[in-house]
């Protein structure tokens, strides 16, 4: 399933491998344009082991992306996928989230990559 903001800010497209799903994001991030980011990050979603955020072309998150991405985290691995932008790494690194995300060099390998079992 593919997704596509009408706002030329931001992007996300959602699609499913397996247990898998993988979400890429682009462009600016903040609470006026996360609803797509918010379905597509849906901690409540069935039959999803992992999440893999493609967040290589992300511009700008502000702290309401940043909880959205964080969400499914509480009982589920969340990769990050590819190289993650300066200001995004910044961020992350500041508010301590990064500890909160798997990394992982490409999509592909954030699918399959082996990861330890979740505490809960």
């Known amino acids: 399933m593919d997704t596509q903001n009408a706002s030329a800010r931001n992007y996300v497209e959602m699609r499913s491998d397996g247990d898998v799903r993988i979400v890429v994001m682009a462009g600016e991030f903040d609470m006026d344009t996360v609803e797509e980011l918010?379905?597509?990050m849906d901690p409540e979603v069935p039959?999803?082991?992992?999440?893999?955020l493609d967040v290589s072309g992300v511009t700008f998150v502000d702290s309401?992306?940043?909880s959205i991405m964080l969400q499914?985290?509480?009982?589920r691995h969340v990769v990050l996928a590819g190289e993650v932008p300066h200001r995004l790494?910044?961020?992350l690194e500041m508010t301590g989230a990064n500890r909160a995300f798997a990394h992982?060099?490409?999509?592909?390998e954030a699918t399959v990559v082996e990861l330890p079992?979740?505490?809960?």
Do not use: E
């Open 117 to 120: 079992p979740q505490r809960r």
């Open 104 to 108: 992982a060099v490409s999509v592909a």
């Open 64 to 66: 309401t992306a940043l």
């Open 47 to 52: 039959g999803v082991a992992r999440f893999v």
């Open 38 to 40: 918010r379905t597509a």
């Open 72 to 75: 499914p985290a509480l009982d």
């Open 89 to 91: 790494a910044r961020l």
